[in-house]
């Protein structure tokens, strides 16, 4: 037991380490894989209504070009004006700690001089928010590569089942349990993606209103950065603050930090766990760490798609009886985890 527990965990990160080592192939295959979920519905709705393959294929690959080159243009034009005024917001942002020095020291809290802007020093905090948006650009220019995958998933879509049912022990329980994983991954992404496209749209609303520069980046930040979980809206919202501080002052900065907790708090409290159920299988904890692992293996496009991710692999562990204990630990105690310790095989099967 304990010389399977070490080949295991060895194994674990011979994989971990090839896949952190082969970061720049695996991301936009990983992209794709979870574009095409996202797509099967609809190529499942157009094969219903007698329309070819080829053609289905063709107008879904027209229209998820159309979104990445819409997206990557918007983004790249935004983060190139904002690194143009970035030397014009790091002057500001300096005089207005200075401001809030002088404040304090009137009111007979003396600090050393400079204090304040060796904290939140300008260029570090500008240069990341630049680094950070950057990040997310380069994701999303590696438009060719993504798109190329995705059509040749499309394509070898519709033989897959019948692959896996061909070498599978146990045809019907594999075919049960891919579909089982294709359906809840697609169920979260789409649901993601609408409450996503929401909450960017509200905040360039928010912004706009305002008075904001380049409230178009702040609400494709919004956009991409909710798909983080834990801290995503967090991170969101911190270049808007900060900005707001810069541009118009403290009261205008109060505005757009309650603007963002209301548009997070309507849509991430109430209107996602309406429309995803009470959870996602998954402890907080264990979404939490999931977070950091995928970040950290795969970038930005890991912590986009930490969960998906761990619920694959969740599921994936639940149906076989040697690694259901772990699936147990990774969910959530509740009515459902008795289902979960379900075999995938009927009963009297041999696994």
Known sequence: MGQKLLVGVAAFIVVIAGLKAAEGLVVPFLLAVFLAILCAPSLAWMKRHRVPSPVSILLIMAAVVLLLL?????????VSGFSEQLPVYQKSLEQRLGGVQQLLTDYGLALPKGFLNDILNPDVVMGMIKRTLTGF???LSNTFLVVLTLLFILLEASSFPQKLQQISRYPEASGE??????????????????????TGFLVWLVLSILGIDFPVLWGLTAFLLNFVPTIG?????????LLAV???????????????LAINVAIGSVLEPQLM????????LVVFLSLVFWGWVLGPVGMILS??????????LENNPDTRAIAIMLGTAG?????????????????
């Open 307 to 316: 969960v998906p991710l761990t619920m694959t692999l969740k599921l994936a």
């Open 233 to 241: 809206s967090i991170i969101a919202a911190l270049p808007a603050v």
């Open 137 to 139: 650009g380069g994701v």
């Open 70 to 78: 819409t997206l990557t243009s918007l983004l790249n034009t935004s």
């Open 177 to 198: 349990q891919v579909q089982r994983i294709i359906q809840s991954i697609n169920r979260y992404m789409a649901i993601k993606v609408m409450t996503s496209f929401a």
């Open 246 to 260: 810069i541009q118009s002052g403290f009261v205008d900065a109060l505005l757009v930090a309650g603007g963002y």
């Open 335 to 351: 009515p459902g985890m008795e289902e979960s310790r379900t075999p995938a095989v009927s009963d009297g099967e041999e696994v």
């Open 277 to 284: 159920g009470r959870n996602l299988g998954l402890s907080t």
